[in-house]
């Protein structure tokens, strides 16, 4: 029988998925059967975000995140909200506002309605996603521009007081790196600095293939950790595609060259060598630190689901993930397995 992820790491730290609607309304079973098997957290990928949940001024649409409650529910797993503030789908309402005070009511109702109906039934929110630039400023959003840089802080106060159970997270990529970090840890003092509570810090890990950052990884765990604040690993893939299948342009390159997509019949030995021994060494570093980090949650259930067959075209043939296509355990799921021995 295939060993199964949340029990090998049961003492360690929580494993989790992020669902989509297909897997959310269990369309597919396949999908149900590895999430039953394998995880204890799920993570939606969508269905929470502003622009699904909250479409229209005054109009919210729970359809589908109260199906992913029940549904976690029914299948005794955690539910980590993402993500009540983030620039991006941003509901087109939203970005239409023009006054402060109107944007402002916006913020305000969104995150108290969504926070105060999910709570006791997320265990956490990620409250604020991707503020930051790559060399730690402030990232100049709607949010930040309409509301000034204190929203962060105002966007904590609310969950809390609409969810005063609920963990509270803030999440970003890159924030492993030394630039992003200090900016990442500048924010999370000023949020403590006004009296508001934040339990932790999503670091999210789409890395790239041969390119695992360890070394910034480590120091990460070990300053975050060093705030009081929990870690976890909110979005982890690894992409496995050439930088050249990359870009902003890659749609149209495609398309003249459709070579490009270059693992359309499988993924060569050698990347799935490397793919697996990446793996490897981030789980080896996950436990190491294990009494620091709460959760290591996978952007997706199988490499058939990954939006990385879809950014940033459509199309693309991507393998990033522990599980394939025909829902099957691939190499880098047995190396993950077999860290835990030597602990
Ligand atoms: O649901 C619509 C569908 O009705 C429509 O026909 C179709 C046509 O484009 O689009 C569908 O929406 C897509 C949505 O995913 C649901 O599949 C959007 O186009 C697409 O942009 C959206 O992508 C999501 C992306 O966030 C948006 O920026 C990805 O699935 C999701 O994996 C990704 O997740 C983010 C995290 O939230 C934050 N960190 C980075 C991570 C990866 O970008």
């Known amino acids: 029988t295939t060993p199964s992820l949340k029990r090998t790491f049961q003492n360690d730290f929580m494993i989790g998925a992020a669902l989509n609607t297909q897997q ?73 506002l023009q006054s402060t005070d109107s944007f402002r009511l916006f913020f305000t109702d969104h995150i108290t309605t969504v ?41 904590f106060r609310l969950t809390q007081a609409a969810a005063p159970n609920t963990q509270l997270y803030y999440n970003d990529y890159n924030n492993e790196r030394p630039a992003k970090r200090a900016g990442c840890i500048a924010l999370i003092n000023k949020i403590k600095a006004a009296g508001v509570r934040i339990d932790g810090v999503g670091i999210q890990g789409h890395w790239q293939v041969g390119k695992v950052p360890l070394k910034d990884i480590e120091e990460s765990i070990l300053q975050y950790s060093a705030l009081g604040l929990k870690l976890a690993f909110t979005e982890l893939d690894i992409e496995v595609l050439p930088r050249n299948f990359q ?28 793919l697996a021994s990446d793996y490897e060494a981030l ?3 996950f436990l190491k630190h294990r009494d620091k980090i ?50």
Request: glycine share 6%; no cysteine.
């Open 247 to 274: 870009g902003a342009d890659v749609g149209q390159r495609m398309k003249a060259d459709p070579s490009l997509n270059p693992y359309t019949s499988g993924l060569p030995d050698d990347v799935q060598q490397q």
């Open 24 to 96: 959310i309304m269990e369309r597919d079973t396949n999908a149900s059967r590895l999430v039953a098997q394998q995880f204890n957290a799920v993570t939606p990928e969508n269905v929470m975000k502003a622009m699904i949940i909250h479409p229209q001024w005054n109009t919210y649409n729970f359809e589908w995140a109260d199906k992913l409650i029940e549904y976690g529910k029914k299948n005794n797993l955690q539910i980590n909200g993402h993500t009540l503030i983030w620039h991006s789908q941003m509901p087109a309402f939203a970005r239409r």
């Open 115 to 155: 926070a105060s109906r999910y709570r006791d039934k997320v265990y956490s929110w990620d409250v604020v996603n991707e503020a930051l630039n790559e060399d730690g400023t402030m990232r100049r959003s709607p949010f930040f521009t309409k509301l000034g840089e204190d929203y962060v802080t105002e966007a």
């Open 294 to 343: 709460e959760r290591v949650t996978f952007w997706g259930v199988n490499d058939g689901a990954s939006w990385l067959n879809d950014w940033p075209v459509r199309g693309r043939t991507n393998y990033p993930l522990l599980f394939d296509r025909a829902f099957n355990p691939k190499p880098a799921f047995y190396k993950v397995i077999a860290t835990r021995k030597g602990v």
């Open 283 to 285: 789980f080896q570093l």
